[in-house]
């Protein structure tokens, strides 16, 4: 049976895709900022970081569940 600093750093912490994912978020939405111009390509990056944001906190929400139904107290 995993001790809790094994299940802590397994499941209790980001991985290194969503790390990146969600880099790439904040530099997209820095891209958009920066740019200030309203147009096509700037609403499909809102659209792609939008999804991404939405399958990141998926993906966290499952990982806290599953956390808790293994009756685990999260920090």
Do not use: C, F
């Not at 880099?23 to 659209?47: C, F, G, H, M, T």
């Amino acid at each position: 049976m995993k001790n809790i600093k094994d299940i802590k750093k397994s499941e209790g912490m980001l991985n290194s895709a969503e790390v990146e994912e969600l880099k790439w978020v904040v530099e997209e939405i820095n891209n958009v900022a920066d740019s200030k111009d309203l147009n096509e390509e700037n609403l499909l990056k809102l659209e792609n970081i939008l999804t991404t944001l939405i399958n990141v906190k998926r993906t966290y929400t499952l990982r806290v569940i599953k956390l808790l139904k293994q009756n685990h107290i999260l920090d």
